[in-house]
């Protein structure tokens, strides 16, 4: 260690850039550093030049409850007060990527004296990093509390890239307290008194709650937070049409976020893109969205000819580009002859209720139908709908069968995990699917010569105690998680990882996500599973399914060959 200190500076900052951060951390005991300095001032300086490349380019965040979070689950290094206070006493500069600050209002830590210390280290961690993402974590009731946090927050002169607000404090609350007559009037975020100083350029909002959402975004718009807004991320609101209606976004935006939310339509009464000239990017996944209407207004012919609109569409508002609405229950894509969506270049409607397609806009260059019923596509080879000359990516796998008429058009699909007898089981979701399936009406006896039917029998839960004990094309895979006072659920039938060709730890992967638990990196998947099976916030469970399919000629055969027997 006497060799390495008589280094020049540089060069030990290149040998210890070649170490693994986490074994310059054990090498040096950069954890009990502030608590145990050298006497050595050779060695001390060295130990020092560790803990500075042992936070270089490396996600920390800053919170007044570092016992809630651990380094997975925010994917950074938490940075103590005793830490800063080190970095302070001996002048260290280091360059993190970015820098996270994360305030619970609950508890003996309160936000207002966590914000009064931020104050105290502003000056030095401003010199750390231009890059500061700020996460208010709503507890405890108190919307006075948290507006003058914001104030006083406010008083940091630092461009925010994420302002992030998470209520914790009303999940499992009824869906009685989104009616419009309980509407707050107090807003977290206060007025601007004197030059806006603090900034957002992404603003993440997840109440959990319309009614609550609804005060907070109807703002002042001199609100410093609200100007120069790039991204809006309104996703786990509980927004519905009406509620849609009353929200008046910027219109700076370029991204918007309304997914898991509770829309049925969209149309230019609830979402008027006239009042967002700059939107690019638009994210409507995992609602119940059954119609989407942008302008209610022409279509355009994309074969060209006199009854061709498009070439004179100059709408100031067409700037959407891409558009996300997988998750949802479309039944078809008429919708993207809207001459709003005459610009777009990139569609995801995977995972609907599509079993109808109709010509595309020549622009789009990436098409995801991925998850939806097209056997009437594959078996008529219908490229034909598909007029994309710049088209680089269409993905159609993953395409379900169930319950079809003879022009292969779905007429209903129904299932249960509930454990049934297979006769009586069959018969009832057989009826149900008929006759109760919402999306359709109700089959008529005239239909079914025409029908085709499909059953797949699902058999031999078994809990499974490891991520990977299961087979890939014999199990199917269902999962139920309990984090951070959410639920999240999803499944995969024992075909699905076989046909995407999807080795074990991916299948796992993409079930999270299929569960709507995002954030999870793919590297961190097995772990993350391991530890909630452990913990017991996560079942997972394997089963095996047999499939099975009729038309009605073979029934009808079938029945014949029984009655003379």
Known sequence: MSILAQLPTELIHQVFRQIPKDELELMFELNSLSKNEEHDLSFQNVRNIALY?????????????????????VDSLCLSSDDLDYLIKHQIYIKPKLISLIIYNTGPFDCMDYANTMLVYYKFISHLTADFNIQLVLIENCSERESAFINKISQ???RVNWFAINNRRCLGRSRESNIPNQQSSTSIFPDNE??????????????????????????KKNTSLWLNLKMVDLSYNNIDDYWLAQIDLPETIEVLNLSNNSLRGINRYNFNLTKLPNLRELILDNNNITSISFCQGERYDIDGGEDDVAADITHPYMSLTKLSIMGNHLFDTKFLLDPCLYKLKQVDISRNLIS??????????HIDLNGNYLTRFFTHAEWHLFPCPNLIHLNLANSFETLYSKNDQLRGCIGTFQELPIESGVKRFSLTAALEDSRFPPIRKSELPSLKVHVTLL???TPIKTWDSWKVGEHGLKIHIIYQGASYSGTFLPSVAEEQEWDKL?????LLQKADLMGIKKSATADFVTNGINDGWIDLVRYDGLKSSLSYDDFIKGRQLVQHQ
Do not use: D, M
């Open 53 to 73: 490349e042992r936070y270089y380019h490396q996600k920390l965040f800053l919170t007044n409850l570092p016992q809630f979070y651990t380094t997975a689950e």
């Open 156 to 158: 940091l002169e630092i």
């Open 194 to 219: 004197g030059p806006p100083r603090l900034s957002a350029q992404n603003l993440k909002i997840n109440l959990f709650n319309a009614n609550s959402l609804v005060s907070q975004v109807e703002l």
């Open 356 to 365: 109808k397609l109709h010509k595309f806009p020549p622009r789009l260059t």
């Open 459 to 461: 058999a031999n839960f």
């Open 506 to 510: 991916t299948t796992v992967y993409y």
